[in-house]
């Protein structure tokens, strides 16, 4: 096992398997979003209160659990950065920053496109809205810390730093509804005692969070390919490419 997570860890050896993974990522995405969008569009019944304006949950609520899920990964990264300083942590974690960011302002949007009908306005200063909403700002503070440094090494140290400090936040966002009176909805999918749910809604949801999930793998090891590509242009195994 260690074995193969010390190869996993090399460039050349990652490059490879993530090469050979991706065909079947494309179409494990494809069937997995054609099924959740099928079952969350057409198949569920409207929701008896909120009636047809529910159906964005469909993509608002994927989106947000992978806002958070993405810089948790990013925050690991960040640590095995600190303590092993491995070149695969450095790129997966500055990789995943893009995607997380796109994720997140998915969830915003669609999230405003809710409220709208729902609460009467696009967007209220609510708890789970705000931390949402720094935590973008964390995804395009990583982004934008890593472009300003020049040096590779020196830049993966300073984000790493960042992704380790944000995570604080996840919490927050995870907990807000909770903690504090808000006006967004409370958890439905992680109530297993009492769930508030239909199977026939939360099938497609489920569907479509593993289609996310997917596409962001997918997307991960597109943009990991291509930065090392660029960071190991000079070693002997891209020169063979």
């Known amino acids: 096992m260690f074995l193969w997570f010390h190869k996993l860890g090399s460039p050349p050896h990652f ?8 065909p079947w990522l494309n179409w494990a995405f494809m069937i997995l979003l054609l099924a959740g969008l099928y079952g969350g569009l057409i198949l569920a019944p409207p929701d008896y209160q909120q009636g047809e304006s529910y159906r964005i949950i469909f993509i ?43 994720f997140t302002f998915l ?6 496109l ?18 949402e909403l720094i ?10 810390l890593h472009n300003a440094i020049e040096d590779r090494r020196t830049a993966a140290r300073a984000v790493a730093i960042l992704a380790l400090v944000g995570v604080v936040n996840i919490p927050i ?38 289609a996310f999930q997917v596409y962001y793998v997918l997307a991960l090891f ?15 195994w891209v020169e063979e490419l």
Not at 226 to 235: H, I, Q, V
């Open 107 to 112: 969830a915003l949007i669609t999230g405003s």
């Open 173 to 210: 966002i995870h907990y807000s509804v909770e903690w504090w009176h808000s006006l967004h909805q409370g958890p439905t999918v992680t109530k297993f005692d009492k769930p508030s749910i239909h199977w026939s809604m939360l099938l497609p949801l489920l569907l479509m969070a593993l």
């Open 222 to 236: 597109h943009r990991c390919r291509a930065e090392l590509l660029r960071r190991e242009r000079n070693s002997k």
């Open 60 to 102: 608002h609520v994927p989106a947000a659990w992978m806002s958070l899920f993405i810089y948790v990964v990013m925050a690991v990264c960040g640590a095995v950065i600190i303590v092993w300083r491995m070149k695969l942590a450095e790129v997966v974690l500055i990789s995943s920053a893009p995607i997380g960011a796109s």
């Open 135 to 144: 935590l973008l700002f964390l995804y395009l503070g990583v982004i934008g």
């Open 15 to 22: 490059y490879r398997i993530a090469g050979k993974w991706l």
């Open 114 to 131: 809710w409220g709208k009908p729902m609460w009467g306005t696009y967007w209220v200063w609510d708890a789970r809205l705000t931390s």
